[in-house]
């Protein structure tokens, strides 16, 4: 490798709100926007692609309620294409609704393979030069603008089929007045030896230009490819909060961020505390796209610092570095250890072991452990169920409860053709020395069914109103059973905390009745939060 030219400060540059929106199933609304930007602001991004504000009203109304934000560091950019071929770009309707967003920054979308000139656009190739210099041109006189970027679509395909042509719409753009240069790896399919070679082979043609790097993931290597223009003199990096986007998605900026300024030293935020709120702003990037969290993410995952392997905690627990590249809480992240059929008694003690005072109890540790083995071959998975195995600590060490005794619970689901079903659930179990019977209508029987138990226990132990289901995850066992296979069922849970940050657990149950093994995961959070609370029964008539 050529000399390392990673500049000091490495500009962020993001399209979550744009590009990621083109992935598959993705949508945010107006105020999703809104609140993803005010995230991407405090976590020090410079630059928060809004989107193309002719492309649809939620993209023009986004542009004119974003003004009224108080971002601390980011720019606003509005994106767009060159002007339409034979007319001056004054008068194109695209370049109006770019100058009229009134954003600081635009971004010129251009064509650079001239397959695409010829094939796609049908345009002559020295047009397409004409409707990249006047687009970039027309925007940077406006007043209010400070930058026009220009996006070098498909350059590295272009730059192999035709390097000269490719390099001439550069020029185009840097004459109408662009202040970056952005090589795009649109396809996704370019090898960080060949994204070397031309940023390289563009620096030396093109001389004292500011570089920007845009990459798809179609090949797997969107963050090397991401690192190694960087590290060959490009100064942004291009892309989305956990690399949502169309196809294989765009380079994740969460890796690209975290392996900047932890591996590479590079700077890359304009905010001081912006590395530990990546796990945070990745969360709710995802938390509002309506996705489920990858455990396995770089850095950012759930399961980026989760230790399962009972030899492995045990080098964690004596020296963290062993089994860890960099800090969890470097990145805002936490190190879970994971209690599984897999794992040893350094688990155990790493898990829970000073909240239950086991650490020097071999013999309750084994016994657990053999428990835990025991469940995970019927179907159970303690390591997504923190709750539920914890409840096993409780029993072993006989703290465990019965805050109330079941008698029968039952769902009745009517269904007449044409109609939505209703559901009907009925609990009777004993509470103290007073029987409770009650019954509860719900959109389905888990939600009927959790209605009842706490018509039965609310007046007893108010605390369980404070349990709110967050999510509710259903899985087939063993599946060569078909309709007839056991169900793993993990419900997740928040309990309020008016005096501080909500707490989650999560709880399971398994059984080949979907309704037995959602009664299990139920019952059992209101258990485990009876027992973390310390309730008593409040006496009734």
Same mark, same amino acid.
């Given at each position: 490798?050529?000399?390392?030219?990673?500049?000091?400060?490495?500009?962020?540059?993001?399209?979550?709100?744009?590009?990621?929106?083109?992935?598959?199933?993705?949508?945010?609304?107006?105020?999703?926007?809104?609140?993803?930007?005010?995230?991407?602001?405090?976590?020090?991004?410079?630059?928060?692609?809004?989107?193309?504000?002719?492309?649809?009203?939620?993209?023009?109304?986004?542009?004119?309620?974003?003004?009224? !934000?108080?971002?601390?560091? /980011?720019? =606003? *950019?509005?994106?767009?294409?060159?002007?339409?071929?034979?007319?001056?770009?004054?008068?194109?309707?695209?370049?109006?609704?770019?100058?009229?967003?009134?954003?600081?920054?635009?971004?010129?979308?251009?064509?650079?393979?001239?397959?695409? *000139?010829?094939?796609?656009? #049908? =345009?002559?190739?020295?047009?397409?030069?004409?409707?990249?210099?006047?687009?970039?041109?027309?925007?940077?006189?406006?007043?209010?603008?400070?930058?026009?970027?220009?996006?070098?679509?498909?350059?590295?395909?272009?730059?192999?089929?035709?390097?000269?042509?490719? $390099?001439?719409?550069?020029?185009?753009?840097?004459?109408?007045?662009?202040? #970056?240069?952005?090589?795009?790896? +649109?396809?996704?399919?370019?090898?960080?030896?060949?994204?070397?070679?031309?940023?390289?082979?563009?620096?030396?043609?093109?001389?004292?230009?500011?570089?920007?790097?845009?990459?798809?993931?179609?090949?797997?290597?969107?963050?090397?490819?991401?690192?190694?223009? $960087?590290?060959?003199?490009?100064?942004?990096?291009?892309?989305?909060?956990?690399?949502?986007?169309?196809?294989?998605?765009?380079?994740?900026?969460?890796?690209?961020?975290?392996?900047?300024?932890?591996?590479?030293?590079?700077?890359? !935020?304009?905010?001081?505390?912006?590395?530990?709120?990546?796990?945070? +702003?990745?969360?709710?990037?995802?938390?509002?796209?309506?996705?489920?969290?990858?455990?396995?993410?770089?850095? *950012?995952?759930?399961?980026?610092?989760?230790?399962?392997?009972?030899?492995?905690?045990?080098?964690?627990?004596?020296?963290?570095?062993?089994?860890?590249?960099?800090?969890?809480?470097?990145?805002?992240?936490?190190?879970?250890? !994971?209690?599984?059929?897999?794992?040893?008694?350094?688990?155990?003690?790493?898990?829970?072991?000073?909240?239950?005072?086991?650490? /020097?109890?071999?013999?309750?540790?084994?016994?657990?452990?053999?428990?835990?083995?025991?469940?995970?071959?019927?179907?159970?998975?303690?390591?997504?169920?923190?709750?539920?195995?914890? $409840?096993?600590?409780?029993?072993?060490?006989?703290?465990?409860?019965?805050?109330?005794?079941?008698?029968?619970?039952?769902?009745?689901?009517?269904?007449?053709?044409?109609?939505?079903?209703?559901?009907?659930?009925?609990?009777?179990?004993?509470?103290?020395?007073?029987?409770?019977?009650?019954?509860?209508?719900?959109?389905?029987?888990?939600?009927?069914?959790?209605?009842?138990?706490?018509?039965? $226990?609310?007046?007893?132990?108010?605390?369980?109103?404070?349990?709110? !289901?967050?999510?509710?995850?259903?899985?087939?066992?063993?599946?060569?059973?078909?309709?007839?296979?056991?169900?793993?069922?993990?419900?997740?849970?928040? *309990?309020?905390?008016?005096?501080?940050?909500?707490?989650?657990?999560?709880?399971?149950?398994?059984?080949?009745?979907?309704?037995?093994?959602?009664?299990?995961?139920?019952?059992?959070?209101?258990?485990?939060?009876?027992?973390?609370? /310390?309730?008593?029964?409040?006496?009734?008539?």
């Amino acid at each position: 490798m050529s000399e390392d030219k990673l500049p000091k400060y490495v500009e962020i540059y993001d399209t979550t709100l744009r590009d990621g929106t083109q992935g598959e199933g993705i949508s945010f609304s107006l105020i999703d926007k809104l609140k993803i930007t005010k995230h991407l602001d405090a976590l020090g991004v410079d630059f928060i692609e809004g989107g193309y504000p002719l492309s649809n009203p939620k993209d023009v109304a986004y542009f004119e309620q974003v003004r009224d !934000l108080e971002l601390r560091h /980011a720019k =606003v *950019v509005a994106f767009g294409m060159t002007r339409r071929k034979g007319i001056e770009a004054k008068d194109d309707v695209g370049m109006q609704a770019l100058v009229g967003s009134k954003s600081p920054i635009i971004t010129i979308v251009g064509k650079t393979w001239d397959l695409h *000139v010829d094939e796609v656009l #049908r =345009v002559s190739r020295e047009e397409n030069l004409a409707m990249i210099e006047d687009s970039v041109r027309f925007c940077a006189g406006a007043e209010h603008v400070e930058q026009v970027f220009y996006d070098a679509e498909h350059f590295f395909d272009g730059f192999k089929a035709n390097r000269d042509y490719a $390099l001439a719409t550069l020029r185009a753009a840097q004459a109408g007045g662009a202040t #970056r240069f952005v090589l795009c790896d +649109t396809n996704g399919g370019s090898l960080p030896r060949w994204v070397a070679d031309v940023v390289d082979d563009v620096l030396n043609e093109l001389g004292d230009v500011k570089l920007g790097i845009h990459v798809h993931n179609d090949g797997g290597l969107a963050t090397a490819n991401t690192l190694t223009a $960087l590290q060959h003199g490009a100064v942004q990096a291009q892309g989305t909060i956990n690399g949502i986007g169309e196809r294989c998605g765009n380079v994740d900026l969460t890796t690209v961020i975290a392996n900047l300024k932890l591996k590479l030293g590079a700077d890359c !935020l304009g905010s001081d505390d912006g590395l530990q709120r990546l796990t945070e +702003t990745a969360r709710f990037v995802y938390e509002l796209a309506n996705l489920n969290l990858l455990s396995n993410q770089p850095y *950012v995952g759930t399961g980026a610092f989760a230790h399962k392997g009972g030899m492995h905690v045990h080098a964690v627990n004596r020296v963290a570095h062993s089994y860890e590249h960099v800090p969890p809480d470097s990145v805002g992240n936490t190190r879970r250890i !994971l209690v599984s059929e897999l794992s040893g008694v350094s688990n155990m003690t790493a898990t829970l072991g000073k909240k239950f005072d086991v650490e /020097a109890d071999k013999d309750l540790q084994r016994r657990v452990l053999n428990r835990v083995q025991d469940l995970e071959n019927m179907g159970y998975q303690f390591e997504a169920a923190n709750a539920s195995f914890e $409840l096993l600590l409780y029993g072993e060490l006989g703290r465990r409860r019965d805050f109330w005794v079941l008698d029968h619970y039952r769902c009745v689901i009517l269904k007449n053709n044409g109609d939505e079903p209703t559901t009907e659930a009925t609990v009777k179990c004993k509470v103290g020395d007073l029987m409770e019977h009650r019954v509860a209508e719900g959109d389905g029987p888990v939600n009927a069914l959790d209605g009842a138990l706490r018509k039965c $226990l609310k007046d007893h132990y108010p605390q369980i109103m404070d349990v709110h !289901l967050r999510d509710f995850k259903v899985r087939v066992v063993n599946a060569a059973d078909e309709t007839a296979a056991k169900v793993r069922v993990v419900i997740d849970f928040a *309990v309020d905390n008016p005096n501080g940050a909500d707490k989650y657990f999560s709880t399971i149950g398994v059984s080949e009745n979907i309704v037995e093994a959602s009664w299990q995961a139920l019952i059992d959070a209101f258990e485990y939060h009876l027992l973390e609370c /310390a309730a008593e029964p409040i006496a009734t008539a």
